[in-house]
């Protein structure tokens, strides 16, 4: 996901957060995990801690597959996904 797209999607859970709490929450998770993922990659590498490298690259593409993993499920009727627009 671009960072446009990321954006977006927030702004529409930002407008529309009172009526989808717990997709609100889950974004903020999935951005946190994205943040950390590249903050934690400098600190990793000061500090030597290469088995814990891999965990990053997670982190970065996280909201990617968080989408596709919620627009897979939208397609299928399994649940509903209104911020899909919003991409």
Known sequence: MTLIQLT??????FLHGRRH???LCAWDMVLTA????WVALPALLLIDAWPMLPL???GFLLPGFYASWRTRLHRSGRLR???LTAL
């Open 34 to 37: 994205w943040v950390l993922g």
């Open 8 to 13: 977006q999607v927030k702004r529409w859970l």
């Open 56 to 58: 990053c690259p997670a």
């Open 21 to 23: 709490p717990l997709e």
């Open 81 to 83: 996904c209104d911020w």
